[in-house]
């Protein structure tokens, strides 16, 4: 409940603010507070922000009340800089626009655009933009900017200080300045006299002071996001210059950047990647050095201790296993305008490093497949220690730089360093031509002694950093909380009195995101750690980095994957204390809409997890335990097969009758009345529902000779649902599939008991997990027999339902769903005859998770003039949820519309129940990709 000010900041905010885009209740300010640091802080409120008005608003109101408010973009964050207790306020989902000019050279961004997204806009104009943190793919661009972002290739000269070319700010008052808009800096001029002129005394002292501002210089030869980019003061003159590139790695702390103007940087189609493994640190540190003045756009350094985390990994190169403890690997890439380039780049650097030893000879590799395997070493390293930690133990990634000369004497004072301290299986490796090092290990913080041991750990790190090799403390992931107490140490008193200055000229109430880069507490690092309680093994492993979150239906609806995760840490944590047990059963009960009933459980989470996590599974295991006592249904559905699916046909040929008599608006009205009246217990119909499918004959079986044969499994969806009004062709899909096959010469094999048989899924989705089991191995019992054990492939016409057969099955039988068994079986005996129209594909879950969607928009090409394969996460569908939670679905495909011109009249998919879903939120038919194949083919004379 809120109180005191914020009840009137609450009161002054909904004036303009919709409220139900402030969060203040238990549940989703703990689920948005947290960020991939290991601090946690649970803010009292949430604001969705929309747009420029209400951010100033919130500014302004807060700074009359004196409140302190943190910006968040994705919340990758790893210092603590993205946490508040006071106001989060949000600017993500709605902050999307983006404008390209002078052919790509230029683009213009609001802050909630990911970072991977932006990359892919340019991709046409064979650019990117300079930022590349490994994050990029979750990461936006408010944060990318805020934090100063970087990764392996951008170095110093690419990142968001050096390619800002313009910014939209808005001040800690509320007021929204342009720099790039005359009459904006016009009026700022007049009404911020003040700020402008002490921001100019601040960079003529610095520029005046010579030793001040050669230190200046020297910080920033490698890379540092320590405190505040001082080189603003002393690089540029204009007031406007230095502002835009003070906000610039600033945190949060001195502005909102609502827009941001980037120069981009060219992104050279050819490459080349070599991963060279030297005797020793030593050595290939030595090696670094030499490689900086050849053409390489990346150097990678990679301990024993990173390559023996990662050597069991699949696709891995075998001799990394047989290498000596001492060996240490460089991951060089170079990249080019062309092959000759390419080639020539190669030879510059292998014989730049010719009188090395090393412990295999130098290879580059230009096959994609190749290089993109040696990166995947690189980026396993963080993930394979958090999915080796201890339950309950958190995974922490520091981040700091050294001169280049030193590198060598400096990672090896850190691993003696490490091992002091008990972190023998701390693995570092890095961005070694910045002379930029991570080092990762796993840290209990749930003792004394353990929280003490990092604290020291610390304290030497910082001396051995700033004090033996005047380095930085944080090179690219930014000061926040983590590094706060450290930032004077580093910099200096002249320096540090310097950023002060810069906090009090930006913000002198002290509203913005106080506490981070700037604070007074020695300890504050070591305070507010985040709780990592075990909570299930499905999720344990999770380091809350946020990855998840950009693939996830419900995300922006109700809860993302992570925030399911934290929520369920939460309650697990309540109920393990015995303290207050009603708090973890309102949060319990609160759980229910936003965690459980709109998680569509397809698990495309999984994909984009670094630990590969179903937050799915969590919550299909969930809904079991629910459901423990009363599963009876469940069990008698599952053993009256064919009667339910008898049933179903016929309510389904029923309420289709009605939409013939009634039309689709009557229709419409009656049954969203019904559904109310049931409290939202009856399913909500739509005019693509479809009416009840004909029985599949099942010929007896006799086996006709022929050579070519399949079994094929018609899902008891299909078997179930026929085809919805108005569709064409008038012919249900297992017909359509049958006939396709015919035409390609197969024989088709129904299993036995057709009618009674169901791969599970829908059971097990339900949290009725036994049910599904049984139905599974039955399923797989009948397959077994009608395949003569697996000979003979087996096909069925849902991926989804594939998909779990694939998962559950345990013998090992070839099993296909359509368009894979129609690409690899029946092509080779079809003539394709193309259609002159436009269509879409939508390729499902399933397919995603299969890696298969490529695959769909391939037989799709062969078969019409053009195809459009629409973007999107899951269909938000989920198996019926669409009908109960019909919420869902609609989030899930709110932008599958504008992606669709007006001649599309036909989509495919594969996926029945998915495809009610996709019609009724594009107003076109969308169908089994199999009609389309069948619409156009005929049989091949051989
Ligand atoms: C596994 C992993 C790997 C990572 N790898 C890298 C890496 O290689 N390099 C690297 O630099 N970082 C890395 N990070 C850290 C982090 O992902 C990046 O710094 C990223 O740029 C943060 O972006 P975000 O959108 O998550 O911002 P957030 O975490 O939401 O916010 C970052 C900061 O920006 C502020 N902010 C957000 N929006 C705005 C706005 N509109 N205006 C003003 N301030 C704003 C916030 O208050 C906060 O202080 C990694 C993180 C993880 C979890
Ligand atoms: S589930 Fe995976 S991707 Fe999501 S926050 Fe956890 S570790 Fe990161
Ligand atoms: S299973 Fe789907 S809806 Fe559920 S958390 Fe994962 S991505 Fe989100």
Redesign the pocket.
Known sequence: MLSGKYKILYERLISLIDNSRIYHDPLYTLAFGA??SFYRLIPKMVIIAKNENEVSLILRESHDLSIPV?????????SG??ITDSVLLI?GSH?KKFSISENGSRISLQ?GLK?GYVNSLLAKFGRKIG?????ID???????????????CCGTAENSYKTVAGMKIILSDGTILDTRDDNSRKEFKKSHEQLISEIVTLANTSSGNSALSSRIQKKYKIKN?TGYSLNALIEFTDPFDIIEHL?IG????L????EIDYRTVLEHPFKASSLIIFPNIESACKAVVLLKSTPVSAVELIDRAGLHSVENEKGIPEFLKSLHEDACALLVETVAPETDVLNRNIDIIISSINDFDTEIQVQFTKIREEYEQLWKIRKGL??SVGAMRKTGTTVI?EDVAFPIDSLAAATIDLRVLLKKYGYNEAVIFGHALEGNLHFVFTQDFNSREEVDRYGHLMSEVSELVVNKYDGSLKA???T?RNMAPFVEMEWGKEAYNLMKDIKRIFDPSNIL?PG?IMNSDPAVHLKNLKPIPAASEIIDKC?E???CEPSCVSAGLTLTPRQRIVVQREITSLKNSGHEPHIAASLTKSFTYPGDETCATDGLCAIAC?VKIDTGKLIKKLRSEKIAGNQWLANWIADHMSLVTLVARRALSTVSFLHSVLGTPYMSTITEWVRKLSGNRIPLWNQYMPRGAKIIKQPSHSSSGNSRKVVYFPSCINRSMGIAKNQAPDKQLASAMTDLLHKAGYEVIYPENLNSLCCGMAFMSKGYTSAGEKKSEELEAALLLASGNGVIPILCDMSPCLYTMRENMKSKIKLYEPVEFITDYLLPYLEIAPVDEIITVFPVCSMKKMDLNENLANLARLCAKEVIVTESNCCGFAGDRGFTFPELNKYGLKDLKPQLNLSVKNGYSTSRTCEIGLSLHSGINYKSIVYLVDRTSQQKYI
């Open positions: 960020d991939a943190t910006f968040r973009a994705a919340g990758t964050s790893l800089q993205a600017a902050w802050p970072g930022p590349d943190p490994a994050s979750a990461a936006m661009i408010g944060g990318i900017a805020a934090n100063n972002a970087s990764g392996m996001t906000i600033s945190e949060g702390t502005g909102f950047i609502s963080f993930p990634i690219e992931h930014g926040g995101n981070v380091t980095c946020g990855f670094p």
